[in-house]
């Protein structure tokens, strides 16, 4: 079983469970998840977790975002993108300057009123199963980050802008609320996601390369392991007397452990996260250290 993370490339006409499907059979496991879904109709990187990395998918789902997209302005739809059904048009009697001046003032700290068509739930029910259903309610605005925000090109109607931006952030809803701000509406006409935290577009893999890549038996070569989505953690040594401890998931005390070489435990803080090694010298945890107990509780098992 592969046991790791992969960089693929979602290409536009399927949804991310379906990319995750192929995946399964290309690699023929069933272990396998995504972190952050895209919609059918974008494209670009999809972060996959493989065997024990799947229980890393909540974790890496909080990873800041980058995208390219293309916005369609004097068009509203009932799902904020041109797969929908046009709700409201409008002339574009805006300026070139105006729209990059509405395009910019989104960029830091702002509130955004998730899209219906969402998978969000509500009562038990996913957004988009109502909205399907022909039901509206109200959403809370959520607190999102836009970290950086360009425009590439401006061809009016079509506005092009890069956004690098935080979990949680619909770029869907955000050409929505440039539209409303310039007074003429706006959806997304088309999304490319170019980056997941360390996960870039150029580096990714189609699943047409991936299933090539298997068969020639050299996928293992593109996988990143899990250890190594910690490679800036400290790390701890489980001594051999303890070595029960660590096989059983139990919370570790120092005595339990060693530290690399030249590591000053008194800079120990609440709090801190380390990577953990058996008495085999695997990496099997994440450990953090809780400074009220004077010990190192399990974070997350990779047995």
Do not use: W
Not at 278 to 283: I, Q, R
């Amino acid at each position: 079983m592969y046991n790791g993370l992969i960089n693929v490339y979602k290409e536009p006409g399927f949804t991310s469970l379906d990319a995750v499907a192929v995946l399964r059979g290309i690699l023929k496991q069933k272990k396998i998840g995504h972190t952050g879904t895209l919609d059918p109709a974008a494209e670009g990187v999809l972060m996959v977790c493989l065997g024990n990395a799947t229980k890393l998918c909540s974790f890496l789902e909080y990873k800041d975002k980058e995208y390219e997209c293309r916005m369609l302005l004097g068009t509203q739809t009932d799902t904020e993108d041109t797969t929908g059904k046009v709700n409201e048009t409008a002339d574009v009697n805006v300026s070139e300057e105006e729209i990059k001046e509405a395009v910019l003032s989104f960029k830091g700290n702002i509130k955004q009123v998730p899209p219906m068509y969402s998978a969000l739930k509500k009562d038990g029910k996913k957004l988009y199963e109502l909205a399907r259903a022909g039901i509206e309610i109200e959403r809370e605005a959520r607190d999102i980050k836009i970290y950086d925000i360009k425009i590439d090109e401006i061809n009016i109607p079509y506005v092009s802008f890069t956004v690098k931006c935080s979990k949680g952030t619909y770029i869907r809803s955000l050409c929505r609320d440039i539209g409303n701000k310039l007074g003429c509406g706006a959806c997304m006409d088309h999304l490319k996601r170019t980056a997941v935290s360390f996960f870039e577009a150029e580096k990714s893999l189609k699943l047409s390369e991936i299933e090539a890549l298997a068969k020639e038996g050299k996928i293992d070569d593109f996988i990143l392991h899990t250890e190594e989505v910690f490679k800036d953690l400290n790390s701890l040594y489980v001594v051999p007397e303890s070595a029960k401890i660590i096989d059983n998931g139990n919370p570790l005390l120092r005595l339990n452990v060693t530290y690399d070489t030249g590591f000053d435990e008194k800079e120990i803080k609440d709090g801190d996260m380390f990577k953990v090694y058996n008495t085999n010298g695997d990496f099997v945890a994440v450990y953090e250290y809780k400074k009220d107990r004077g010990l190192f509780k399990p974070y997350k098992m990779f047995f």
